[in-house]
């Protein structure tokens, strides 16, 4: 059986693929790379291809009709055949150095027998073009190189979030836990990132700068103004992840995990408002009122939370006047933090 297997979910990477798998090369045949061809029409399937043909024991295509990137990321997840399971975008990279501790980590716990539910790792915002990084880690929050629960963790600092990039969760447990990332959406790295939390009993940080997270594309999703464009699938998703948890149940497990994911709720409440704000017309500004109106009607207490115990709350402020202050405070952030 295969230590890891990495889904590299791929629509016209043609320019960029191989930087991503080459890197992911490196571990060798004890890694599966599943290259998932998305329905491109460049040379993606080629390069693709011509990968599984030179290394016919690491690597395998699926060809696919055009589903969005959840959907290519649930074909890998049902074809994945390693033990833990991390999803790499085509245009992102993995620092090969930080790559072979992490295998020779892997080789041990399966020697001593060991399974980890969730490896996490840290991540670098890697503004290519500007020859600027930004590394995320998350050292305040997990023991390094400890086993523990989510009982044992520490505090999430406001620019901290368990993003895609930094976890690689053990394959079972995605499957347990029945997430399924619907078609052509944006976003649905939140909804991966959030629904298997709850299945995860163990849990070690590697203080690993693994993961490259590549920033500077003008269509990349996280760019503002290709966010505000795909506004309501960001709605969509929010609302997916709003709903996709008993957080009530996990609070009486995991009081820390629940107090986490109610801020990470919180926060994508507070970027499809931004936005909505952001783009300022009459259709905007109701459907940032229906989707506060959704969430109070299906989940008092949540909408209680969000509303007046979260960040999220400053960003639904009545009147003109809260509208600009929500703004400010986003355009503060933005120049403080270096995001899109």
């Known amino acids: 059986m295969k230590k890891i297997t990495f889904t590299v979910p791929c629509y016209n990477s043609a ?11 490196t571990c060798g045949p004890d890694a599966e790379i599943i290259i998932v061809d998305d329905g491109s029409n460049d ?78 790792c840290n991540y670098i915002y890697d503004h290519l073009y500007e020859n600027k990084t930004r590394t995320m880690s998350y050292r305040n929050v997990f023991p390094e190189m400890e086993i523990c629960d989510w009982n044992s963790i520490g505090r999430f600092r406001p620019s901290q979030y368990l993003v895609m990039h930094a976890l690689i969760y053990r394959t079972e447990i995605l499957r347990i836990s029945k997430v399924e990332l619907p078609l052509h959406t944006f976003y649905v790295d939140n909804i991966f990132a959030y629904q298997p939390l709850p299945y995860v009993k163990s849990i070690c940080y590697l ?30 998703v929010t609302k997916i992840v709003s709903k996709c948890v008993d957080l009530k149940a996990v609070r009486q497990q995991y009081p820390k995990l629940a107090e986490y994911m109610t801020r990470n709720v919180s926060i994508m409440m507070a970027i499809s408002s931004i936005h909505l704000l952001l783009i300022g017309t009459k259709d905007a500004f109701l459907k940032r009122k229906e989707l506060w109106s959704g969430i109070k009607a299906e989940n008092p207490k949540l909408y209680r939370k969000l509303k ?9 402020l009545p009147g003109r006047a809260g509208g600009f202050l929500t703004v400010s405070g986003y355009r503060m952030a933005k120049r403080i933090y270096q995001f899109q």
């Not at 993606?44 to 690597?59: G, W």
């Not at 074809?79 to 090969?96: C, E, I, M, N, P």
């Not at 007046?308 to 639904?316: D, I, K, P, R, V």
Request: aromatic share 10%; with cysteine; hydrophobic share 35%.
């Open 43 to 120: 040379d993606t399937p080629l390069i693709a291809d011509s990968y599984a043909k030179e290394n016919p024991d690491i690597v395998k295509v699926i060809h696919k009709e055009n589903g969005g990137h959840g959907s290519a990321v649930n074909a890998g997840l049902q074809a994945a055949t390693g033990t833990y399971f991390k999803v790499v975008d085509s245009d992102d990279w993995l620092d090969k150095k930080a790559l072979g501790r992490l295998m020779t980590q892997l080789n041990e716990w399966e020697w001593e027998e060991k399974e980890i539910d969730l490896v996490v």
């Open 207 to 236: 203080n690993l700068d693994l993961y490259h997270y590549f920033l500077g594309r003008d269509d990349q999703s996280v760019n503002e103004k290709v966010l505000m464009s795909r506004i309501d699938q960001q709605i969509k």
């Open 308 to 316: 007046y115990g979260t960040l999220s709350g400053f960003t639904y």
């Open 15 to 25: 320019e960029y693929m191989d930087r991503c798998i080459d890197s992911l090369l």
